[in-house]
């Protein structure tokens, strides 16, 4: 499975980003989805989610109200649409992928839902 995302960039604080993610692999399934963060010196952080058929939408509180995660019908493409960006936005952005069958355990919320991932995007947001 290869996951590649783009649309990383630098803003000014309250702006607008839109960040675009592409997953491929062997067969025709669709994936449960996912963005993540890492700045620097802390962990990778969960951003937000979406199931393969859109039902289920997953947000974290920091973004909550600001960023909107979407994806195109029956595809493995997905979007993130950052508003109101503050500086604690600044971080490298990961799409996360999870072809099926899902575990029974999945949230949508963990780094351990994702099998495969992108190699990041960088969004820099300036005062």
């Known amino acids: 499975v290869q996951v590649v995302e783009s649309g990383g960039g630098l803003v000014q604080a309250g702006g607008s980003l839109r960040l675009s993610c592409a997953a491929s692999?062997?067969?025709?399934?669709?994936?449960?989805m996912g963005w993540f963060r890492q700045a620097p010196g802390k962990e990778r952080e969960f951003v937000a989610g979406i199931t393969w058929n859109s039902v289920n939408l997953y947000y974290s509180d920091s973004v909550k109200g600001r960023f909107t995660i979407s994806r195109e019908n029956d595809k493995n493409i997905m979007y993130l649409q950052m508003n109101s960006l503050k500086l604690e936005d600044t971080a490298v952005y990961y799409c996360?992928?999870?072809?099926?069958?899902?575990?029974?355990?999945?949230?949508?919320?963990?780094?351990?839902?994702?099998?495969?991932w992108g190699q990041g995007t960088q969004v820099t947001v300036s005062s």
């Open positions: 692999g062997p067969t025709d399934s669709i994936y449960d």
């Open positions: 996360a992928v999870e072809p099926p069958p899902r575990a029974p355990q999945w949230s949508g919320t963990s780094a351990a839902d994702y099998g495969y």
